[in-house]
């Protein structure tokens, strides 16, 4: 198994509601991170864990709150999220630090 | 910190021409040089990487030249096909720790057929 596994693919959301997204990888891979998209941008960092350890948080907002329950799952949870929120959210994974990362495919949030 | 300029934002090619992306890197401590391929509705798929102690690496009609001196890197791609149609992102990182990857902001390739 060599994918990074995201889901679900597609969320429309309330601002009241609460959410997860899910990513799971089984290539044994100990760092993962989690990247939002905006549309025609690059991808930005949101979260990093290494060794199931929250390693770096880019001042992300409280109403995302990550959560790494094992080597192979990553859970984005989402509360009270805003408008503005909507994007792609990306996981990724990699081996080490001399390799690369292998992406998901995303989940397209919409926040309404 | 780390900054990645990458240029041209946007890239039309007729199909069989060449493709070039360059980018331009900022820390000198960076040594890992990935470039990632993006198409609609989907994430960046890695296609060919670099490392500082190389100065070119070819993968059938995809090539990466490092420029260590210059801090520049390029991706080249020979004889388009409609299916390299996508928007590349090129990356740059120092290879320490959790240091993350830093992102150029992408270029849109188009190939005409």
């Known amino acids: 198994d060599t994918e990074v596994t995201q889901t679900p693919k597609h969320l429309v959301m309330g601002m009241t509601n609460k959410k997860s997204l899910k990513c799971e990888q089984h290539?044994?891979?100990?760092?993962m991170y989690w990247y939002k998209q905006k549309a025609k941008k690059p991808p930005e960092l949101m979260f990093v864990?290494?060794?199931?350890?929250?390693?770096i948080n880019e001042s992300v907002p409280s109403r995302f709150s990550p959560e790494c329950p094992n080597s192979s799952l990553l859970n984005l949870h989402l509360h009270a999220l805003q408008p503005e929120d909507s994007a792609l959210y990306l996981c990724?994974?990699?081996?080490?630090?001399?390799?690369?990362?292998?992406f998901g495919s995303g989940t397209r949030l919409t926040v309404v | 910190g780390e900054n990645v300029e990458q240029h041209p934002s946007t890239l039309s090619v007729q199909e069989g021409d060449s493709a070039v992306i360059k980018c331009t890197y900022s820390d000198s401590a960076s040594n890992y040089f990935p470039w990632y391929k993006q198409e609609l509705g989907k994430g960046p798929q890695l296609i060919i990487d670099?490392?500082?102690?190389?100065g070119e690496k070819k993968d059938q009609r995809i090539a990466v030249t490092l420029n260590k001196t210059a801090k520049h890197f390029s991706l080249h791609i020979t004889e388009t096909q409609p299916e390299d149609s996508a928007v590349y992102f090129c990356a740059a990182r120092a290879n320490s720790g959790n240091t993350p990857l830093v992102f150029g902001k992408g270029t849109r390739l188009s190939v005409i057929a």
């Open positions: 290539m044994g891979h100990r760092a």
């Open positions: 670099i490392r500082s102690n190389v």
């Open positions: 990724a994974s990699r081996p080490d630090a001399n390799y690369g990362y292998t």
């Open positions: 864990y290494s060794y199931e350890k929250l390693s």
